[in-house]
């Protein structure tokens, strides 16, 4: 039974294990702590101050999702897009059919061999500067058909003219992959109205999002979910969390924060495995609207560990009001891809990862063209300026974003499936941000002398951080010369005006060395 403001001894209290018990007990009962070490400890004046690391152990849980990827895959039964044998080729030659369609919609002559220069192309298609990397997409697939090649600002028309059958094609599509219906349906309800979207007609979210009837849009994110890699990762992050949420230090909950959460499909997806466990989750979005929806949803369900906020990840978090350090995970679907830089963006979300923490990408790791068609009305598919590393997609493959976050200042990366080959959609990329969680054991006899130093100065001005007083003194307990002369210290620290006349109670953390030999 441990005792409100007790005082406890600690002998090896400034090695790994030591420091561990002490951290329990200022932060469950506020201890007065004596911890006696065989050297002297670091001087008051050089106890850093506490900035919290993460309440998780993220490497062990990382190398636990590894060791489980295989088994995790098992359960899941993948039904993928890429094993479907001549679906890319029909989408792409449908992509390159709504392209022809928009051109000609737009009056140029294509069964007439004439050059054009891009720019007056894009002026005769009346092309608003927004859709100028979608446009380049359609001509793309105007090359891949042989209407037009391409040759830096140079657009020739081939005088090649294939006879499209968009509707024909459409059905036989619909046909030959049934489960995919309402995707070729969104592909039609975006790409069929290219003239009026990319002129500024009419909105091209509003085609998206079907002007007010979102059914086959959803109908259709749902379609390719299912035949994607998804499943699997939001399998995967599902383990992870879970096995972060039970090895959470007793310091507080796992705070996690979700950026770009949106519609909330990930959320959805996390939200089962995280109910009944000390888990913190706060929501947020840049997007007022996505963040009270979210609210509301919580509400009905009456999940009282949620969160919400808005906040833009492209931008300083801190000024937007949100603590450094404040997090132990963050997870994020498809939404760091959509943002201006994504070496700026990974750098903000370093900021706000407690040392220690561990961020958690899911993201659409392959383009397509019809990819492009779809999603290439939203402003945030082009939003990316970081020309230097992302020049016709917004999005990169997973080595590229173990570099990128690599250049952000995380280590410990890891990329899931990870036996990634071209056909993968969706990934997962884990990292983990430097510095020592709360409460990890060093090992004593660690090379890394420098990092044992940091770690006891931090974790001593913690102990008092969380509501503990803290003594040290300086002496070996296998000799009695030491201790004499510590007991001449001892009376003094635990007869100090607050623990005098209280009992002491004694932990006795053997060396590192003798546990080693019951091992
Ligand atoms: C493709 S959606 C993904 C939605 C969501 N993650 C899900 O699982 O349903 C991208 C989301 O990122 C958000 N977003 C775009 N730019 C952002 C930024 N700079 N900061 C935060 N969120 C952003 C959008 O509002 C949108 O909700």
Redesign the pocket.
Known sequence: MLKKRGVYLITGGLGGVGLTIAEYLASTVQARLVLVGREAAPPRSEWESPVDGARVDAASALDQLTRKEADIRRDVALSLMSSMHGLEQTLDRLCTAYALGFVERSGIDVDRPHVMDRRALEEACRILPGFDRLFSCLLRALEDGGVVRLNGAAVRFTGLRPSYDIHGMRQQAIASFPQLTALFELLDQSAGQFHLALTGEISALGLLFGDGNVDTFKRAVAAIRAHSWVPLCEALVRALLGALARARRPSGPLRILE????????TDALLPELQGKPVEYTFT???RS?VASAERRAGDRGDRFMRFGV????SNPVEQGYDPGAFDVIVA???VH??KGVTTTLTNLHRLLAPGGVIVLQESVRSARWVDFIWGLTD?WWAFQDEALRMESPLLGLDAWGRVLRDAGFETVRAFPSDASHSIDTGLIVAIKSGTAEGTIVDKRSDDRSLVLAHRRSTLSRLEHLGGEVETIAADVADPVSMNAAMCVFPAATQSPSHRGTEVSVCFVPPLACLSRYA
């Open positions: 950026v770009g959460g949106g519609d909330g499909l990930l979005d840049i997007s996505f906040l833009d990840i492209s679907f498809n939404v959509a943002t945030g």
